[in-house]
């Protein structure tokens, strides 16, 4: 995590924003993601992914929400104790290119301090990474649990 302020629930509001640094996607990072873990030709092939609903190589989802994760836990996030997820959806409006350079835009939805556990609440967050133009290439909307101050 960056050097920058780590929150803890207290210090959370409905409505703040975080915005993450920057990560560029390169063609062999996603053949070899794909090829670790969807290896479907969309993802592999230039050839057979003109020819697929993407019009040309795509990133994997998995592929974006990988590096989504990576652009909030190295400081896009700053939430205390990690970024616990407790359940979540997501979409992938559009397809993540060969030298898209991606980073997430953050806000916090709600915010519910825990009446069982009183050291703990549940922080409802939507993420939207987006790639150079502005373009949103996925979409997170996620419960994450996050510690009170000790």
Known sequence: MSAEKIHYLEDLQVGQRFVS??????????IEFATRFDPQPFHLNEAAARASLFGGLAASGWHTASIT?????????????????AGGEIAWPRPTRPGDTLHVESE????????????????????????????VVQVLTAKLVVPRRG
């Open 108 to 135: 916090i939805l709600d915010i519910k301090p825990s009446k069982s556990r009183p050291d703990r609440g549940m922080v409802t967050i939507r993420s939207e990474t987006r790639i150079q133009s502005g373009d």
């Open 69 to 85: 994760m990576r652009l909030n836990v190295t400081g896009g996030l700053p939430v205390a104790g990690g970024i616990i997820g």
């Open 21 to 30: 640094g920057s990560y560029t996607v390169t063609l062999a990072e996603i």
